[in-house]
């Protein structure tokens, strides 16, 4: 079965300093890869999406993310962090070429601090 | 181009009662897919429909249940309600099973007193 794992609920950063957000994912073969973002009160909104045309993928508001299969991870990032960029973040898998549904990790909280 | 709605976006019910939940996917998607999300246990697939048939499920009692109808649109139905069904209820649409970008909903807050 496929899962993903995200080290770390909680996530503080200053504004203006990188964020990461780490994904490692387990899967017998590469398999499509998301990043959502959920706001207070709202549902997730998708960031950016793994489908294996390119290893770094770059998504809304700045973010990216980089594809490594050699140490399963997916790991997300962003160069200098906003105060809008506090929210829940979660990683979620998708096996290639079937229809099951998306397996979530249990996200990250994202903290700004001022 | 209109987003995936849900309603209502929240509900108050008590134990025992049932419930029944609205999702309108984005036009022209045809999958639908449910989840649930609580503090403990994260976002849980509940299922997944595609031109009106069940296609997945996942691991919850038979008190969850769903439909399609011919345009696309989906409704969960949650019998006998319990404390522990307090959850925000996730759908998302996409345009075929398995296809690699579901669109989510605002979600429909449900608290079980």
């Known amino acids: 079965a496929q899962s993903v794992t995200q080290l770390g609920s909680h996530v503080s950063v200053s504004e203006g300093a990188l964020v990461l957000l780490r994904c490692n994912y387990s899967?017998?073969?590469?398999?499509?890869l998301f990043w959502y973002v959920q706001y207070p009160n709202q549902g997730l909104q998708l960031l950016l999406k793994y489908t294996s045309a390119a290893t770094l993928v770059k998504g809304i508001n700045g973010f990216e993310a980089e594809f490594k299969k050699s140490e399963t991870s997916f790991h997300l990032t962003k160069p200098s962090a906003h105060m809008s960029d506090a929210a829940e973040y979660f990683c979620?898998?998708?096996?290639?070429?079937?229809?099951?549904?998306?397996?979530f990790g249990t996200g990250t909280r994202l903290t700004i601090i001022p | 181009k209109a987003g995936v709605t849900q309603t209502p976006r929240y509900l108050i019910k008590t134990r025992g009662q049932q419930v029944t939940l609205s999702c309108s996917p984005i036009s022209g998607h045809r999958s639908v897919s449910w989840y649930q999300q609580t503090p403990g246990q994260g976002l849980q697939f509940l299922f997944e429909?595609?031109?009106?048939?069940?296609?997945n499920k996942g691991n919850f009692p038979g008190r969850f249940s769903g439909r399609q109808f011919s345009n696309s649109r989906s409704e969960m139905n949650v019998s006998t309600l319990e404390l522990g069904d307090s959850a925000l209820y996730l759908c998302?649409?996409?345009?075929?099973?398995?296809?690699?970008?579901?669109?989510f909903g605002p979600g429909t807050r449900l608290t079980v007193l």
């Open positions: 429909y595609f031109s009106e048939t069940q296609r």
């Open positions: 998302a649409s996409s345009l075929v099973v398995g296809d690699n970008e579901q669109f």
């Open positions: 899967s017998s073969v590469p398999p499509y």
């Open positions: 979620a898998v998708n096996p290639r070429g079937g229809n099951e549904k998306l397996t």
